[in-house]
């Protein structure tokens, strides 16, 4: 039976797929997975989901009515005015600092 392997690096991040590994039950799936796909790099969590229960939908499957398109909530069509000296000011500041912090 093929499972497929999704782990999950450190906690409150997005559990990713990282492949698939053949084993008759559950718990050797997870054995498996383990010596596979958590032995590399660190891992929180590890799950392991039978194949054929694995399902996709694609973007025809999404357009069930309605709207997807929200850009009316962001707010473009407004004008503004240049940021006060002392905004842009720390903004130049806090980029020059990435950048060394990047360097080093």
Same mark, same amino acid.
């Given at each position: 039976m093929r499972w497929e392997v999704f782990r999950q690096e450190k906690?409150? /991040?997005?559990?990713t797929h990282c492949g698939e590994i053949h084993a008759p039950d559950r718990e050797m799936a997870l054995q498996?997975?383990?010596v596979?796909?958590?032995r590399r790099k660190p891992v929180h969590s590890m799950w392991v989901v039978p194949?054929? /229960?694995?399902? /996709?939908?694609?973007d025809e499957e999404y357009a069930f009515g309605g709207t997807t398109d929200k850009s009316y909530r962001w707010a473009t069509a407004y004008d503004i005015e240049a940021p006060a000296q002392e905004v842009a000011d720390s903004e130049r500041d806090q980029a020059t600092a990435e950048r060394r912090r990047g360097e080093d």
């Open positions: 906690p409150g /991040e997005y559990h498996f997975a383990r596979q796909h958590g194949q054929d /229960e694995v399902t /996709e939908a694609t």
